[in-house]
C-alpha cells in the first residue's frame, strides 16, 4: 500500500506539473497516471479495488463540504424548481441513449443499462469545477446543485432495480424504502444537530483539534446511516453538511477540509483511468466515440432548453448545460453492479468506462476554458 501510495502521488506530482506548464486540467494528469501505471497499461499496480474503496472517502467528503455551504431553506426552494429538469432530463437521455446503443448492435438489455448510465452528469466534475466562493450562494450554483441531487437520488433507485432484478425475487420494499427513509433521515438528523452537535462545537469551540474531529466523524457518521437505510453514502454526507451549514463554524469546518478531500479525489481520477481495459477498449472505440459525441453535444442542449422553458437567462442556462455535460461516477456503479449481476457483457461494460472517461476530460477542458472555475490556466476564469 506505501509503495502504491508512492507511486500514485509522485506520479500525480510530475504529470500535473507537466499539465501545468502545458496549460492542461490537472484531471486530466489524475486520470492518464492511473492509465499508465494501472493493470492495463504497465502494470506496475495490478490491484485497484481496495484504492477505488478509498477513494469514494473523496466523494463522501466533497458532498459534504458543498452541503456546507448551502442553507436548507434556499436547497429546498431550489430543488422543487431542479425536480421537473432532473426527471425530464434523465427520460431524454435513457430514451436517447437505448436507441442508439441498439442501433449499434448491443442487446436490449444491455442498451436498458446503457441508456440508465447515460441518464446521470458528474457530481465530482461538475462539483469540482464550481467556484466555491463565486457560485455556491448564487442561483446558478444551487440550481445545478439541485438537479445533480435529483439524479443522485434517480442513481440510487437504479442501483437498487439492478440489485433486485439480479436476484430470483423481485423485492419492492427494497425500491420504496429509500422515499420514506429520506425524510426521516433529514429530520433525524437536524434534530441531531440542533440538540447534541452544535452544543458541543460551541463548548469546545477553542479545541481546533477536536472540531476537526467531530466534523469527519459527524460526515461519515450520516453517511454510514444514510447507506444503513437504503440510501447512499454521498446523499448521507451531505444531508450532514446541510445541517451543519447554519453554524458561524461551518467555514472553518469547510477550510480544513478541502486538503484531505483533495486527497482522495486524486485517487479517485487515478483508480478511474487504472480500470480502463485498453485491450477491450479496441473494440468498442466507433460505439465510444458516438456515445461521447451524443453526450457532449446533446447534454448541454436539453439541459439549455429545459431551464429556458423555467424562465430562466440564455446565458446562465449554457453555463449549467455545459457543467453537465458528460456522464457520472454514478455510471461506473450501474456498470459494475449490472455486470456483476449477469446483466452486462465486458464488451458494454467498457463502453461505457471509456466514455465516461472520454466524457470526462472533454468536459473539464470545455469547463476549464470556457467558463469560471478553480483551477483554470486563465487568470480572467480562475475563481475559488
Not at 429545459?306 to 449549467?320: G, K, M
Request: net charge neutral; with cysteine; glycine share 8%.
Amino acid at each position: 500500500m506505501v509503495f502504491s501510495f508512492f507511486l500514485i502521488f509522485t506520479g500525480a506530482a510530475v504529470l500535473a506539473t507537466v499539465a501545468l506548464y502545458t496549460r492542461q486540467p490537472l484531471l486530466i494528469a489524475y486520470i492518464l497516471l492511473g492509465v499508465l501505471i494501472g493493470p492495463f497499461g504497465f502494470s506496475v499496480i495490478e490491484d485497484t479495488q481496495l484504492l477505488t474503496d478509498i477513494s469514494e472517502i473523496g466523494i463522501i467528503f466533497l458532498l459534504f463540504l458543498l452541503g456546507l455551504d448551502m442553507q436548507l431553506s434556499n436547497l429546498m426552494t431550489t430543488l422543487k424548481k431542479s425536480l421537473l429538469v432532473g426527471i425530464v432530463s434523465c427520460l431524454a437521455f435513457a430514451v436517447t441513449g437505448f436507441g442508439v446503443t441498439r442501433l449499434l448492435g448491443f442487446s436490449v438489455g444491455e442498451a436498458i443499462i446503457i441508456g440508465l448510465c447515460l441518464m446521470f452528469s458528474s457530481t465530482i466534475i461538475g462539483i469540482k469545477l464550481l467556484p466555491t466562493t463565486v457560485l455556491h450562494h448564487r442561483h446558478s450554483g444551487e440550481l445545478m446543485v439541485g438537479i445533480l441531487l435529483i439524479q443522485d437520488f434517480i442513481a440510487i433507485l437504479v442501483l437498487l432495480a439492478i440489485e433486485s432484478f439480479g436476484q430470483e425475487t423481485v423485492n419492492t420494499w427494497t425500491l420504496i424504502k429509500p422515499l420514506i427513509m429520506l425524510p426521516i433521515l433529514i429530520i433525524g438528523t437536524l434534530a441531531a444537530v440542533k440538540y447534541i452537535i452544535l452544543p458541543l462545537l460551541t463548548r469546545f469551540d477553542r479545541f481546533h483539534e477536536y472540531i476537526f474531529l467531530l466534523a469527519i466523524g459527524w460526515c461519515l457518521g450520516v453517511g454510514e446511516f444514510a447507506h444503513l437505510i437504503g440510501l447512499s453514502y454521498e446523499i448521507g454526507a451531505f444531508i450532514a453538511g446541510v445541517s451543519l451549514a447554519s453554524s458561524p463554524i461551518s467555514q472553518y469546518i469547510a477550510l480544513n477540509l478541502k486538503p484531505l478531500r483533495d486527497f482522495f479525489l486524486i485517487l479517485f481520477f487515478f483508480t478511474l483511468g487504472a480500470q480502463l481495459n485498453l485491450q477491450v477498449l479496441s473494440s468498442v472505440m466507433i460505439p465510444m466515440a458516438i456515445l461521447t459525441v451524443l453526450v457532449l453535444i446533446g447534454k448541454p442542449i436539453v439541459f439549455h432548453s429545459l431551464l429556458l422553458r423555467l424562465s430562466e437567462t440564455n446565458h446562465l442556462a449554457w453555463d449549467i448545460g455545459y457543467r453537465l455535460g458528460q456522464i457520472s461516477e454514478f455510471s461506473l456503479l450501474v456498470t459494475f453492479l449490472a455486470q456483476s449481476n449477469g446483466l452486462l457483457s465486458e464488451k458494454a461494460a467498457v463502453l461505457v468506462q471509456s466514455t465516461a472517461i472520454a466524457t470526462f476530460a472533454i468536459s473539464s477542458y470545455i469547463i476549464v476554458f470556457n467558463f469560471q472555475n478553480p483551477i483554470a490556466v486563465s487568470d480572467r476564469l480562475r475563481r475559488d
